[in-house]
């Protein structure tokens, strides 16, 4: 029999504790594999009908069905530790593995009970890895809102009036701050939060490539449009870049978008699942490295017109917006159904920063593209 293994957590809040039950509620909730189908999930008490119903354990407790012999905490979350402990007792269980997000209160009342708990570094990551085909249509969907956030947002840069250069909404300047703001009313009323909101970062801003964004968004400068939400009901995350310029684009911005496109489809092409993710890293340095563009952080004796490339080419993408892999140049070998982004990006203090982001499903044969919005600097 295979190692048991311990999730707990906030299904709203512990992706590998809801990737198992899949339903949501916002009370601790602890899922136990003993192996050999001896499955059992402890709940509170208002949520029995409701884990009883998604059936994803062959045993269904809440905390009060398994109390220790003097008693159960007042503290509701301690008191789900001491039935979980309980529960091994009677099983006869000595040792159980843990994920890397297991609460140490956990591990400090089974250790007290006897029990061992081991990190299994892969529990609840290798398997969230491989999407199949119910989650990609999560990310799909989560993907078609964001999308259609940018969208919303290039179309009120289109739509602005200029004056002396300044992009003005509603008799007002555009500012980085007030586009963040109707991005996330716009999401909101599609049933997805903005927890760590987006970014609109306008002109020489985008040059740090993290940069949330401020100020006014004016003609002839590059506007980075980052989006990343939550879907509340599903909690697959979307998440998106396109880089815009309406104007007149200066000409490096325009060779820098030229350049991060094409790096952008290089390393789609290389992407695959039985691939590595450090294959397609070096997809976007051989595109880079031959237009002698420097890779990494620019020394801080650097000129302002240098143009570097400081980060990965992406990461995973599911239950969390970053998760495993990351695309960079230890990664190590993709695995059929994982989400990535693809996310190449280059910067320049001088200018700005242009980064264009596809989300990608690997596949044996190559990657599926869940995006369909332009790529170009303008839409028309």
């Known amino acids: 029999m295979s190692t048991p293994y311990l999730l707990a957590g906030y299904p709203d809040r512990f992706p590998g504790v809801y990737h198992r039950i899949r339903f949501l509620c916002g009370d601790m909730t602890v899922y136990l594999d003993l192996g050999e189908g001896r499955t059992h999930l402890i709940v509170r008490n208002i949520e029995l009908p409701r884990a009883k ?16 012999t003097d008693g159960l905490s007042s503290d509701r979350d301690t008191s789900y530790a001491q039935a979980t402990a309980e529960l091994l ?35 609840g990551r290798v398997d969230r890895r491989m999407k199949d085909d119910w ?42 701050d007030r586009l963040r703001s109707m991005i996330a009313i716009f999401l909101l009323q ?5 927890p760590n909101d987006c970014i609109v970062a306008p002109g020489k801003v985008g040059s740090d490539c993290h940069h949330r964004g401020e100020g006014v968004l004016r003609v002839n400068e590059p ?3 980052d989006v990343f939400p939550l879907n509340t009901k599903t909690r697959y995350w979307g998440d998106c870049t396109r880089t815009l310029c309406r104007g007149t684009p200066h000409p490096t911005l325009s060779m820098m978008h030229a350049h991060v496109v094409e790096a952008k489809a290089a390393a789609i092409k290389a992407c695959r699942a039985g691939g590595t993710g450090a294959e397609v890293h070096q997809a976007v340095l051989d ?37 495993p892999p990351i695309l960079d140049s230890l ?27 596809d989300m990608v499903i690997a596949r044996p ?7 369909e919005l332009p790529e170009g600097l303008w839409w028309g």
């Open 89 to 123: 007792v009677r099983e006869g269980v000595k040792e159980i593995a843990g994920d890397y997000l297991l609460p140490l209160l956990f591990v400090d009342v089974l250790r007290e009970c006897g029990v061992k708990v081991v990190f299994d570094p892969d529990l």
């Open 223 to 225: 506007i980075i449009l």
């Open 135 to 176: 989650e990609v249509e999560q990310l799909r969907d989560s993907q078609g809102h964001t999308e259609a956030a940018i969208r919303f947002a290039y179309d009120t840069i289109a739509r602005a009036k200029v004056v002396d250069g300044v992009l003005q909404h509603d008799g007002a300047a555009l500012t980085a």
């Open 53 to 68: 119903k998604a059936g994803k354990a062959r045993h269904i407790w809440c905390p009060e069905d398994l109390p220790p």
């Open 365 to 371: 044969d190559g990657c599926e593209n869940l995006n």
């Open 331 to 357: 990664c190590g070998k993709l695995i059929k159904g994982d989400a990535l982004t693809i996310e190449p990006g280059l910067y320049c203090k001088a200018v700005g920063g242009v980064r264009v982001e």
């Open 190 to 194: 599609r049933g997805l939060s903005n």
């Open 287 to 323: 595109v880079f490295n031959r237009e002698k563009y420097h890779i990494g952080m620019p020394p801080d004796d650097a000129p302002d017109d240098l143009i570097f490339y400081p980060h990965g080419t992406g990461h995973g993408i599911g239950l969390e917006c970053h998760e």
